[in-house]
């Protein structure tokens, strides 16, 4: 396992022969370790990517940037001298592997012998570890969230996290994109448009109407936006049909669009 790591380019031995497997890992280690296990990669074509404005000074700074890139939240307190703590290791982990993809979770709890140790912000991060199997409690159940994780506990659990992503395929996009939609009658003016988004991985996969535009033609636009999992989150593991709906005066025709605005504020 280390050895594999170590020809990625994943870890780095603390001196030329000797790895330290018992040596605490910092920050900017453990962020350059996740970025460069799970592959994550700079998103240059967004105007606001920091890779546009990277500093080079520090060995890190380009791993720094691509979690960033990535949507990785740093944890409170976080310093790239100061030694990471096991749950806020987790909460960087658990970023970077649903940068990767959204991986459908069976929606259990798993019992923490220390639970009421864990941060309120890093606890779903634990338990989706601990639900991919990325980690494991020790034998009296517990986690110790705020022991500092060690160089060798960091190394298994990046090698996991590459096990888990190559085994379960890149999940970001959902199972099928296609919107349709079908009109129930409320009354003599009013009818009622019901979205439906088919066949999706997990109840995570979601759409939303954004407006409604009436035209002159009698023809009502209905636009929408897809809605993907939030990170962090745990669903069922259950293919799933997702609806929302709206209310449209019953002389109109129906016209489904998607928003692309949405998508353009976002690189904004």
Same mark, same amino acid.
């Not at 020790?138 to 986690?143: Q, V």
């Given at each position: 396992m280390i050895e594999s790591?170590?020809?990625? !380019?994943?870890?780095? !031995?603390? +001196?030329? @022969?000797?790895f330290v497997p018992l040596g605490k890992v910092t920050g900017a280690q453990g962020v350059h370790m996740i970025v460069q296990a799970l592959e994550l990669k700079a998103k240059p074509d967004n105007p606001a990517s920091s890779k546009n404005t990277v500093k080079r000074g520090h060995w890190y700074d380009e791993s720094l940037a691509i979690a960033a890139d990535n949507g990785i939240e740093l944890p409170q307190g976080f310093s790239v001298s100061k030694e990471l703590t096991r749950e806020q290791f987790a909460f960087l982990l658990q970023q970077g592997i649903h940068a990767t993809g959204d991986y459908p979770l069976i929606a259990m709890l798993i019992q923490i012998a220390d639970a009421d140790e864990v941060a309120k912000s890093y606890f779903n991060s634990v338990q989706a570890l601990l639900l991919m199997k990325i980690t494991e409690l @020790? &034998?009296? *159940?517990?986690?110790h969230p705020k022991q500092s994780l060690t160089r060798i506990e960091a190394a298994k659990w990046v090698y996991n996290s590459r096990e888990f992503v190559d085994n379960h395929g890149k999940a970001d996009d959902p199972m099928q994109d296609e919107v349709t939609y079908s009109v129930e009658k409320?009354? &003599?003016?009013?009818?009622?448009?019901?979205?439906?988004? $088919?066949?999706?991985?997990?109840? *995570? #996969?979601?759409?939303?109407? =954004?407006?409604? $535009?009436? *035209? %002159? @033609?009698?023809? +009502? =636009?209905? #636009? #929408? $936006?897809?809605?993907?999992? %939030?990170? !962090?989150?745990? #669903?069922p593991q259950v293919i799933t049909t997702t609806k929302t709906e709206t209310y449209i005066a019953s002389s109109y025709k129906i016209k489904l669009v998607p928003d692309q605005t949405i998508e353009i504020k976002r690189l904004k």
């Open positions: 790591l170590q020809d990625r !380019g994943v870890i780095h !031995g603390m +001196a030329k @022969d000797r @020790d &034998d009296a *159940g517990k986690f409320v009354n &003599d003016q009013i009818n009622k448009v019901i979205l439906q988004r $088919e066949n999706q991985p997990n109840p *995570g #996969y979601g759409i939303a109407v =954004t407006k409604v $535009e009436f *035209g %002159k @033609d009698q023809v +009502a =636009t209905i #636009y #929408y $936006e897809l809605l993907s999992p %939030k990170p !962090g989150q745990m #669903y």
